[in-house]
């Protein structure tokens, strides 16, 4: 089979071409990293449930009409999507303090917020992707200001769909970031959802227990990563059936 073109390369995932014009192949490595990726380890069997999660939200939104990359899954690790232009921005929305947000501002993590707060930090690893604001976006042309509300309001309503997917299984939704494109359809531009949706980009607490289920588990050394992405896969339903996950050897006296 021939080699296919690797588009790009990052912490989490490659782009490769995809089969059409206009498509890309996504794969999704086991590779976990954070603090701007000064801290790396190999998860096994992140990028498996990754695929599934990113899949089972992304279709999500689809069916309720807010539109994104996603075409179909290819494998237990690949999916095909459509490619955009990526909007240099991470686009975080956040339902209660925590993380960078109760840092900066001295908010005990948990504190709920008088109501969702969307911000934007621009993507550049260089620079730690720091947060700017809509004044920065527009002068320095990163989006403009019909993008900005396109943005806000996708963002806004990505939120009320996995608030409330989350909170049927027993989860907070804390805050979640993500990352959005153009398209063109003939001269038109459109704004639609890109890259994925997973706990490595979500912040998940168990509603009960406050037991984090995402990647501030491998952030804080709180224990196994691919436990806490399979307890939210196993929750929604979507753990993928043909994985097994070998057991963890026990100690025998
Ligand atoms: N539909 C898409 N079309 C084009 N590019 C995309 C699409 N979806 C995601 N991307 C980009 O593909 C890359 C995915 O790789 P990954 O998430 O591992 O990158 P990263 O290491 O987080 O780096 P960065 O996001 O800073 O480029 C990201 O650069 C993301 O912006
Ligand atoms: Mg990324």
């Known amino acids: 089979m021939a080699r296919r073109k690797?588009?790009?390369?990052?912490?989490?995932?490659?782009?490769?071409?995809?089969?059409?014009?206009?498509?890309l192949v996504q794969y999704f490595k086991d590779d976990a990293t954070a603090f701007n990726a000064e801290k790396r380890a190999k998860v096994e069997g992140k990028g498996v449930l990754n695929n599934r999660l990113s899949e089972f939200f992304m279709k999500g939104l689809t069916q309720i009409g807010v539109p994104n990359h996603f075409i179909k899954r290819l494998n237990m690790r690949?999916?095909?999507?459509?490619?955009?232009?990526?909007?240099?921005?991470?686009?975080v929305v956040r339902n209660f303090a925590a993380g960078s947000l109760s840092a900066r501002l001295g908010m005990a993590e948990g504190t709920p917020l008088p109501r969702p707060i969307v911000e934007f930090c621009l993507k550049d690893d260089a620079l730690g992707d720091p947060l700017v604001s809509e004044e920065h976006i527009?002068?320095?042309?990163?989006?403009?200001?019909?993008?900005?509300?396109?943005?806000?309001?996708?963002?806004?309503?990505?939120n009320d769909f996995m608030?409330?997917?989350?909170?049927?299984?027993?989860?907070?939704?804390?805050?979640?970031?993500?990352?959005?494109?153009?398209?063109?359809?003939?001269?038109?531009?459109?704004?639609i959802v890109a890259d994925?949706?997973?706990?490595?980009?979500?912040?998940?607490?168990?509603?009960?227990t406050g037991q984090?289920?995402?990647?501030?588990?491998?952030?804080?050394?709180?224990?196994?990563?691919t436990d806490a992405y399979t307890e939210?896969?196993?929750?929604?339903?979507?753990?993928p059936s043909n994985v097994t996950h070998a057991p963890r050897p026990t100690l025998i006296n």
């Open 6 to 23: 690797k588009i790009y390369e990052g912490k989490a995932k490659i782009m490769y071409e995809g089969p059409e014009p206009g498509t």
């Open 78 to 91: 690949e999916q095909l999507v459509r490619s955009v232009e990526i909007i240099p921005l991470e686009v």
């Open 138 to 158: 527009c002068a320095f042309g990163w989006a403009t200001q019909q993008d900005l509300d396109d943005m806000i309001s996708l963002a806004l309503r990505v």
């Open 163 to 191: 608030s409330g997917l989350m909170l049927a299984v027993g989860i907070k939704l804390v805050d979640f970031k993500i990352e959005i494109g153009r398209i063109w359809e003939n001269d038109f531009q459109r704004l």
């Open 196 to 208: 994925e949706i997973s706990p490595d980009s979500c912040r998940l607490w168990d509603i009960e």
């Open 212 to 225: 984090k289920l995402d990647k501030d588990v491998f952030r804080r050394d709180l224990g196994n990563l």
């Open 232 to 239: 939210v896969a196993r929750r929604l339903g979507v753990l």
